[in-house]
């Protein structure tokens, strides 16, 4: 729930067909909007409604169930729906609160503004009298003019000073009296303290002397309009340039006065005038009717006239032929209402003449009596003045003797403070000379202790080092290791290279001799056994070595001088064994004279039928060496 209420939250108590009147009761209390009402004004709201103390300290108990000490709208609403409650003899509780309970009956509810106090302090009156005193006022009121600069020195927006003059004047003639000075003061300094300028000035702030009369009595504005004077003497008419527009043109108007006389000419506002798109025609017509004397210049309220009529002009309002008594200005008024009234003044001023005379005499009877009283305190005075000159002679006897002895105990206070000086100095010394030996002593210390981190970090590296330096000697002394280990593999590498070598020549040399046999052979057999020779050619050229030889085209350890590529420095050229695979040499995987030919049945046989040719026994084959196993393959040197 709402702080201060009693079950607000539903806000069904604020609303209904009765909610402008609650509001409205509401509005009297807190014209500013501040959103809450304090217990004192509650209070003495609550009592007009006539209930006993007790019914009404039960309501507040109710209103304000969490006890702030003040009622928000919904708790003041209801507040007075408990107020409607008991004038009708209910039961007051808040059970029975309801949209439909009409506002209570509440005495003077409606002339709160003639009884309610004057919310301007006595104080704050003296202080505003004081500065409307100094604006010079004429007959008692100030003109906008006048009032003008206090008011734009607050600093506040010209919007909020319009809206200030508006509800300070509360007659509406244009000008402000005492009290009405007062007012606008008040909601400017309200206003500083960042309190909201109200729409429509609250009762407490209306001046007494311009409040309605109370219920029953004639209304000063009837009476004023059955008065013979009021004939003479009409209340003057608002002046049709509102307070907010004339401070807007005032600072046009200070733009456009360049030589600073308080007055602008025809060529000075031209740019400003011509700004509007008025015709030029209407723009002479309403300069002629604001330059009331042709003296070629307007004032200040003149140019508002114009710049208003202007303003009219562009909303489509044609200006008049003459000036309306609301057009003219309120300084003009003045000097034409002065020689209008030139006889009735004169009575109001002997009138006026003979009180001041009264006042003359009482105020020199009571000048006379302070004359007395003044002379009086004058022989006081002397009479003080001589027993203040005994006092004084006897002061300076006094004084002299204590300068006496003052001068007699200042030798030794002397020599005291130099003593005392000295001591100072000396004790200046050591505590510098002990602040130097502090520091001294600090700046080894720290010497010290980066000395002895830097040994350590020495130490440290130094360990570091010969560990190092043992690792290397430890590898250096491996990499030797297997350098000779790559020496003696390479050589006994070059060495099966060689043998291989060997093998391969006396192989092909075999391979020779048994070709020379075959064509020896085919040439033996003639013509019908060519075919089974080319077989033993063909078979006996599949295991031709030449072709598959690695070694057959170029010895890679032929090379020498800056062309020499070291094989074993990219890739190891053993990592595949060439003696070992039965791919990649197809002549020394097998015997190639292992499947004889000539060993099984006679291939002439068939055709002879006879035995064979050849008495003797064919020369045999020789045989391969048998295969040398290769030896190990050494490990690639490490990079």
Not at 61 to 68: P, S
Not at 360 to 368: M, P, V
Request: charged share 25%; net charge negative; aromatic share 6%.
């Amino acid at each position: 729930s709402v702080k201060g209420t009693p079950l607000a939250a539903d806000r069904k108590m604020a609303s209904g067909d009765f909610l402008a009147a609650y509001e409205g009761l509401y509005r009297q209390l807190d014209p500013w909007g501040h959103g809450k009402i304090d217990a004192g004004e509650a209070a003495a709201f609550l009592k007009r409604s006539g209930l006993r103390e007790s019914v009404l300290h039960k309501i507040w108990n109710l209103a304000d169930q969490e006890g702030a000490g003040y009622l928000d709208k919904n708790g003041f609403i209801a507040a007075l729906q408990l107020v409607s409650l008991a004038q009708r003899g209910q039961d007051v509780s808040v059970e029975n609160l309801s949209s439909s309970i009409p506002p209570p009956t509440m005495p003077e509810n409606l002339s709160v503004s003639t009884k309610a106090a004057w919310a301007i302090k006595t104080e704050e009156k003296l202080k505003f009298d004081t500065i409307f005193d100094t604006l010079d006022p004429v007959n008692g009121l100030l003109t906008g003019d006048k009032v003008r600069p206090v008011l734009l020195n607050s600093k506040l927006p010209v919007e909020v000073l319009g809206t200030v003059w508006d509800l300070s004047d509360v007659d509406k003639d244009g000008c402000l009296d005492k009290e009405e000075f007062a007012v606008a003061m008040h909601l400017v300094y309200r206003a500083l303290d960042k309190q909201p300028v109200p729409t429509t000035l609250p009762p407490e702030l209306i001046p007494p002397s311009k409040r309605g009369p109370s219920p029953g009595a004639v209304p000063a504005s009837a009476a004023s309009l059955t008065s013979p004077a009021h004939s003479l003497h009409a209340q003057p008419a608002p002046w049709v340039v509102t307070p907010g527009d004339k401070m807007k043109y005032d600072n046009i108007f200070r733009q456009a006065d360049t030589d600073k006389d308080g007055f602008v000419s025809g060529g000075e506002v031209k740019d400003v005038f011509m700004q509007s798109g008025v015709p030029q025609a209407v723009l002479a017509h309403i300069w002629t009717l604001c330059d009331e004397k042709q003296a070629g210049l307007l004032n200040a309220e003149q140019f508002a006239l114009a710049m208003w009529l202007i303003q009219q002009q562009v909303k489509g309002m044609d200006p008049p032929q003459q000036l309306t008594p609301e057009m003219i200005p309120p300084s003009s008024r003045q000097a034409k209402s002065a020689v209008a009234g030139d006889d009735t003044t004169i009575a109001k001023e002997m009138d006026v003449i003979s009180r001041e005379i009264q006042d003359l005499t009482r105020e020199q009877e009571s000048l006379q009596a302070e004359i007395t009283d003044k002379q009086q305190q004058i022989l006081d005075i002397n009479n003080l003045i001589m027993n203040l000159e005994v006092e004084v002679n006897q002061s300076q006897s006094t004084l002299q003797q204590l300068e006496k002895q003052k001068a007699d105990t200042l030798l030794p206070v002397q020599k005291l403070d130099k003593q005392e000086a000295e001591v100072e100095r000396l004790l200046e010394e050591v505590k510098k000379q002990c602040q130097e030996e502090t520091q001294l002593v600090s700046r080894l210390r720290s010497q010290l202790t980066s000395q002895e981190m830097s040994v350590h970090n020495q130490e440290q590296e130094l360990n570091k080092a010969r560990v190092e330096l043992n690792n290397l000697r430890s590898e250096e002394s491996n990499l030797e290791q297997k350098v000779e280990t790559g020496k003696i593999r390479l050589e006994a590498t070059i060495t099966a290279i060689r043998a291989a070598h060997t093998e391969i020549a006396q192989v092909r040399d075999q391979l020779s001799r048994l070709q020379d046999t075959q064509r020896n052979l085919s040439t033996q057999v003639g013509p019908g056994g060519v075919g089974d020779i080319g077989l033993m050619s063909a078979t006996t050229s599949a295991w031709d070595t030449g072709a598959n030889d690695p070694f057959g085209s170029k010895d890679p350890f032929a090379a020498t001088g800056s062309d020499y590529n070291d094989p074993f420095k990219a890739e190891d050229p053993f990592k595949t064994d060439v003696f070992q695979s039965t791919t990649a040499d197809t002549g020394f995987s097998a015997d190639p004279v292992a499947d004889d030919p000539f060993s099984g049945k006679d291939p002439f046989s068939a055709d002879t039928g006879d035995s064979k040719p050849f008495e003797a026994e064919p020369e045999p084959v020789p045989s391969l060496p048998p295969k040398k196993n290769p030896p190990p393959r050494p490990a690639p040197p490490r990079p």
